[in-house]
């Protein structure tokens, strides 16, 4: 099993490009996320999913979209960059039952210049 | 909303000693979990150890222990043998609905 994989991991926008950053877990889980780390911070919850079909806002989703068309895929899409969103996103996965413990991603690296 | 709180940003320790890693946290709830995990220079997400609400035993794994206060919303991190890999970022995490996770303690292990 490859676990959680993330890409790109590393990259550099200019502000108002917009890009998605992909996800894929291969341990057919039904919760996905998506965190973000700033630097000297913790996590925090973007977007999640329970499920193909179904997504549902974090802590932070402003400026940020989702989607789950498969089990197995949930990508991230920012639409017009911000030096804000300038930061480390985790994208993770868990199955409900199972002490609730997420899998994360390496993470992606996202610079907004 | 639920909020963790790690008290200590950075801490050092020598060697095979042992150290102590603080969280508190704030919640309404009567179950949820609590979790540690560690972040080396690699930046992966490596969990450490977790906690059910419900039990009262603490839980142990290997050198890793936690000391769970429920009544005092306190889950703190005991690292015993303390050893070079275990340089790292900790965070406390409490998962009830959503994950919340502490601000983090960057560990140095000193030989």
């Known amino acids: 099993n490859a676990g959680v994989t993330q890409t790109p991991k590393f990259r550099i926008l200019k502000i108002g490009q917009s890009m998605t950053l992909q996800c894929t877990q291969d341990m057919n889980h039904n919760y996905m996320y998506w965190y973000r780390q700033d630097p000297g911070m913790g996590l925090k919850l973007i977007y999640y999913s329970v499920g193909a079909g179904i997504t549902d806002k974090g802590e932070v989703p402003n400026g940020y979209n989702v989607s789950r068309s498969t089990t197995e895929d949930f990508p991230l899409r920012l639409e017009l960059a911000a030096p804000s969103q300038t930061s480390v996103y985790f994208c993770?996965?868990?199955?409900?039952?199972?002490?609730?413990?997420?899998?994360f991603g390496p993470g992606t690296r996202l610079t907004v210049l | 909303a639920q909020t963790v709180t790690q008290s200590q940003p950075e801490m050092s320790v020598q060697e095979a000693e042992t150290v102590t890693l603080s969280c508190t946290y704030d919640t309404s709830e009567s179950n949820y979990y609590l979790f540690w995990y560690k972040q080396p220079p690699s930046r992966q997400m490596i969990l450490v150890i977790r906690q059910e609400a419900y039990k009262q035993q603490n839980a142990t794994e290997n050198r890793f222990s936690v000391n769970f206060q429920k009544a005092a919303k306190s889950f703190s991190l005991k690292i015993s043998d303390s050893q070079l890999g275990d340089t790292a970022m900790y965070f406390c995490?409490?998962?009830?609905?959503?994950?919340?996770f502490g601000a983090g303690t960057r560990l140095t292990v000193k030989p």
């Open positions: 993770a996965s868990s199955q409900p039952g199972q002490y609730n413990e997420q899998f």
């Open positions: 995490a409490f998962m009830r609905d959503d994950m919340r």
